[in-house]
């Protein structure tokens, strides 16, 4: 570990526009459904790294619980 050169006053300011957490809040907004269906209303939205890999794992577990 290192000394972190950043406050935590930048860290936060920093934060305010963090893609993942703008996209996220987005996100609560709309039905499972559309969020699952790469074709959907979010077909042309851009995605963050996170969002991919959070979609995959939700239809994964979903699939292998018969929910959808």
Known sequence: MTVSKSTAADIIEGAQSAPDRN???QLLAYPLSDVL???GP???APKTWSFI???DF???H???NDSI
């Open 62 to 64: 979903l699939l292998a």
């Open 58 to 60: 939700l239809a994964r």
């Open 53 to 55: 890999k959070a979609r």
């Open 37 to 39: 269906d790469e074709g």
């Open 23 to 25: 996209e996220a809040a």
């Open 42 to 44: 979010l077909a042309n």
